[in-house]
């Protein structure tokens, strides 16, 4: 089980990226984030995979973790399967080439397991990082936007995988930005908006994007039900409505 308790985040002296975010991954969950560019998603996702530290608040219990970067770093003119066999070789890794071979085989690695890593179009590139992360069978997986770039092929075989890993005990936390997509793949999707984490809700919602007294462009999905409320509390909060964007409209 891995705990965030009130984790806030901030780089150097700039505004708060994350505050108060707190939540729990147990074993078997399947945690989806969705949220606009720039919410916060990949900061939330390196501090649950221990790459980086919270400003304030904490994260305890940090179990073994397979971490998919927002951006795949290739460009070296080693192999697929020669970077995950040195990647296996680092994590003690067992039968790292079957493993490795077999996973690259599955997801259809354009070119197979010798193909260099740095000719590799974007989608080929993340199913190698898809790769190095599963490769270890960690106990905890943290996908930064795992499914962008991937064919719909490539797609159902990493869902085919998440829920194999699921199934030995693994707990999963990915980002992604569409909401139904997030929810194909989970019932337990999160929103993170105005640095905070919150359940996303199932009913229709609309996107309202709003400018604070500070000139920050803030967006948040908000309750169709609710949306009266917060337009409202935010324009006696001093804050402007940029734009309101409803269900048939989004
Ligand atoms: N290393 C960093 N130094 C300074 N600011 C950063 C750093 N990393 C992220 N930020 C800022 O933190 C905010 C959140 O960025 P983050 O990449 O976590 O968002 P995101 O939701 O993953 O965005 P996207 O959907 O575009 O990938 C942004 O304003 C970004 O400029």
Redesign the pocket.
């Known amino acids: 089980m891995l705990r965030l308790r009130d984790v806030g985040k901030r780089?150097?002296r700039?505004a708060a990226?994350l505050t108060g975010v707190t939540l729990e991954i147990a074993p078997r969950q399947m945690i989806g984030v969705v949220?606009?560019?720039?919410?916060?998603?990949?900061?939330?996702m390196r501090l649950v995979a221990g790459l980086s530290r919270p400003t304030t608040g904490t994260v305890e219990g940090i179990p073994s973790v397979g971490y998919v970067p927002?951006r795949f770093p290739g460009g070296t003119r080693m192999s697929a399967l020669s970077y995950l066999r040195h990647l296996g070789r680092i994590g003690k890794v067992s039968d790292v080439d079957k493993k490795a071979t077999e996973l690259l085989e599955r997801l259809a690695l354009e070119g197979g397991p010798r193909a260099p890593l740095r000719e590799l179009s974007k989608g080929n590139a993340q199913k190698v990082g898809i790769a190095q992360a599963l490769l270890g069978e960690p106990e905890l997986l943290v996908l930064?936007?795992p499914w962008s770039g991937l064919d719909p092929a490539a797609h159902t075989v990493l869902a085919e995988l998440l829920a194999e890993a699921k199934e030995r005990g693994a707990g999963v936390i990915f980002?992604e930005?569409r909401d139904d997509l997030a929810r194909a793949h989970t019932s337990e999707v999160f929103e993170?908006s105005g640095g905070t984490l919150h359940e996303a809700s199932a009913e229709p919602s609309a996107r309202i994007v709003l400018r604070n007294p500070g000139g920050r462009l803030v967006t948040s999905n908000v309750p169709l039900g609710r949306s009266d409320e917060v337009l409202l509390k935010a324009l006696q909060r001093g804050w402007s409505v940029v734009r309101v964007n409803t269900p048939a409209a989004k």
């Open positions: 780089y150097g700039g990226v949220g606009t560019n720039g919410s916060g998603k990949s900061t939330l927002d930064d936007e980002t930005h993170l």
